[in-house]
């Protein structure tokens, strides 16, 4: 054995050794999709859904905010230095089918107040609706059951234990947890993509993707992850060496199983990744949508384009997950709060525009997510861990113009608070805001408990009506 093969295969054992739990993953699916992106199933419709994830805990009673007197008054007692003025919130105008209360949002979410109001002032085209006070509930919950800890979500006001329970749909916990959408793709092979049913991720890994038998798919806004580059017109740098060496070591026969099956599995991945750049390059739609230069934008201009691709790959169902991460403003809320707002709106609204232009809004519905809201008072210069919080919800088949469910009461020690700074009782379950995305994507009633564990504890309660 040479020098040269001897130091890479010393390489390549020692990278197995480092790899991640993460990367193996990756690998995985990978290997998945290469053996998926042939076959289509039987059937035209495609439908996808867009988690946009906001980790960190949103301050979404910042976002939207009542504006009759008396309801403003309370918010503006509760919030003390941090309420916004009334005079700068941006006005929606709710349809007749909406709770019947005046509402406006951060004066820096003008795009997300055209969404709601209608798409370049055409009511037509109200593609945005807000889910109130939602969060993890394994049953309907009083403040008495929270005084008692009973029937209460696994470590309360927890970033990481919130995160997974948005993400898996199981606030009680459990070993070797999986997602809900990557339960729904476990459920719909067959039924949709025979075996392409496809998760992709332009935001790494995460556990709202994994199902038994599915992973997220990650790539970049820019396509694949993959061993290529390295050149430039004078010479090859050093990063195409680590490719070029990658390779090789892909390539190689191993007397040694384990390493046989992770150099195979791996070099699967990496062909798999190739096939989904060569897709991805493809695109030759020219479109006038323009999109900022933000990293949430690139995302989500990505997404625009892996839609537009889908036949191309094969799939009528998919779900795909971008996330912009930095909410958890314990200080300084107003002043990072809104520059934040300042930047994911635009996002938002380019996305769905872009779908509008391609004729693909009525295929898609996008929502955002997020561990949890945070307390009513303020902590001096920002705010706390709390529980209930206000999502979006926008795409063509959402009925928009509306704020869904039961706005709370924003009073301290008022009748929604369980105290400590005023963190909110959810008065929506995240089992209602999923449900009835879930039943447009396809999945069944009698499925939806394989999907939601906790669904049949909700199903006596008044519909959202969130999805035509």
């Known amino acids: 054995m040479s020098d040269l093969l001897h130091s890479r295969r010393q390489f390549f054992r020692q990278s197995c050794g480092a790899m991640t739990s993460t990367s193996v993953l990756s690998s995985l699916l990978s290997l998945r999709l290469a053996n998926k992106l042939s076959a289509q199933g039987e059937g035209t419709d495609r439908k996808t859904l867009v988690c946009i994830f906001l980790p960190g805990g949103i301050d979404s009673f910042n976002v939207l905010v009542p504006t009759d007197d008396t309801r403003y008054n309370e918010y503006a007692a509760s919030r003390s230095n941090l309420a916004l003025p009334k005079d700068d919130l941006l006005p929606l105008n709710q349809v007749a089918e909406g709770d019947g209360n005046s509402y406006g949002v951060h004066p820096g979410l003008a795009d997300v107040q055209e969404m709601f109001n209608g798409l370049g002032g055409d009511t037509s085209k109200r593609r945005l609706s807000f889910v109130s006070n939602v969060g993890t509930l394994l049953r309907p919950t009083t403040i008495a059951d929270f005084n008692s800890n009973s029937f209460l979500p696994r470590a309360l006001f927890s970033h990481i234990d919130q995160i997974e329970q948005w993400q898996t749909a199981i606030p009680q916990g459990g070993d070797n947890l999986t997602g809900w959408a990557g339960r729904v793709s476990d459920l719909l092979h067959d039924s949709y993509n025979g075996e392409n049913s496809a998760s992709l991720s332009f935001a790494g890994n995460n556990a709202f993707q994994v199902g038994s038998d599915s992973i997220p798919f990650v790539v970049t806004p820019s396509g694949a992850l993959s061993f290529a580059g390295g050149y430039d017109s004078n010479s090859i740098l050093p990063e195409h060496v680590k490719n070029e060496g990658m390779t090789d070591l892909l390539s190689a026969t191993y007397t040694n199983l384990v390493e046989q099956a992770f150099a195979t599995t791996t070099k699967n991945s990496v062909d798999a990744q190739s096939r989904f750049q060569t ?190």
């Open 279 to 468: 897709v991805f390059d493809s695109f030759d739609q020219t479109i006038t949508t323009s999109f900022p230069g933000s990293y949430i934008a690139s995302q989500l201009s990505a997404t625009l384009r892996t839609i537009a691709l889908r036949e191309a790959l094969g799939l009528r169902r998919q779900t795909i997950f971008v996330q912009y991460g930095g909410w958890d403003h314990h200080g300084e809320l107003l002043e990072t709060q809104d520059s934040m707002l300042r930047t994911l709106g635009p996002a938002m609204k380019a996305f769905q525009n872009g779908l509008e232009e391609l004729g693909l809004q009525d295929d898609v519905i996008s929502f955002t997510a997020s561990d949890f809201g945070r307390t009513l008072r303020s902590n001096g210069r920002g705010t706390d861990h709390a529980w209930g919080g206000n999502q979006m919800i926008f795409g063509g088949p959402v009925n928009g113009g509306r704020v869904a469910g039961t706005f709370p009461s924003l009073a301290l020690d008022g009748a929604d608070d369980v105290g400590r700074g005023g963190r909110l009782l959810p008065t929506t379950a995240i089992d209602e805001f999923f449900s009835e995305m879930l039943t447009w994507f396809g999945v069944s009633n009698s499925d939806m408990t394989t999907i939601l564990p906790n669904y049949g504890e909700f199903t006596g309660r008044p519909a959202l009506d969130l999805v035509s």
